[in-house]
């Protein structure tokens, strides 16, 4: 991780940073497990919601950390991969850390629940057909849906809640 999802001058340290082995259920019915960086401070939340999404059996494509990736958020989301932990900025924010920098928010399914803009803009691409939310689908995310009440249940926010944009694969510790 060092150099790559991690470097100098990421706003929390290496040292604050805890890697989580999760179980988790694969889009293939079948039992996998999982690997997740978050802040120190919101590893038992973070356990905790994904204890709750596996006794749920809510499906995750894959679970793998950032930098299989190369960092590359867009890279990440391409691939449908779960993660938590990026030293990265928010996305058309420079200088504006991301919550992800500070191992306190996750992204889960992104091809199932996409970043989308009030313009239409998708991200990632291949996530556009999930984009219009009132047709469920496996691995998707709803707003009164028991996913989103196991995050809240850990005092975590869902990006789905947001007036625009919706950042319907993104759940954070404050919301941001």
């Given at each position: 991780m060092s150099s790559v999802s991690w470097h100098r001058g990421c706003p929390v340290g290496f040292a604050d940073l805890r890697l989580l082995t999760?179980?988790?259920?694969?889009?293939?019915?079948q039992p996998h497990r999982g690997r997740l960086v978050v802040n120190r401070d919101a590893a038992?939340?973070?356990?905790?919601?994904?204890?709750?999404?596996?006794?749920?059996?809510?499906p995750i494509r894959q679970m793998?950390?950032?930098?299989?990736?190369g960092a590359d958020d867009h890279r990440s989301m391409a691939a449908d991969n779960t993660s938590a932990f990026n030293c990265r900025f928010v996305a058309g924010s420079d200088g504006v850390w991301s919550e992800h920098a500070y191992g306190r928010a996750l992204?889960?399914?992104?091809?199932?629940?996409p970043y989308v803009t009030e313009?239409?803009?998708?991200?990632?691409p291949?996530?556009?057909?999930?984009?219009?939310?009132?047709?469920?689908?496996?691995g998707m995310?709803?707003?009164?849906?028991?996913?989103?009440?196991?995050?809240?249940?850990?005092g975590w926010l869902w990006g789905g809640n947001w007036p625009w944009?919706?950042?319907y694969q993104h759940f954070s510790a404050t919301g941001h």
């Open positions: 999760v179980s988790h259920w694969g889009f293939d019915g038992a939340a973070m356990l905790g919601a994904m204890r709750s999404l596996h006794r749920l059996r809510f793998r950390l950032v930098d299989a990736y992204d889960l399914n992104p091809l199932e629940n313009s239409g803009y998708v991200s990632p291949a996530g556009a057909p999930f984009a219009d939310r009132s047709r469920h689908r496996r995310v709803r707003r009164d849906g028991p996913v989103v009440a196991a995050f809240a249940a850990v944009p919706k950042d």
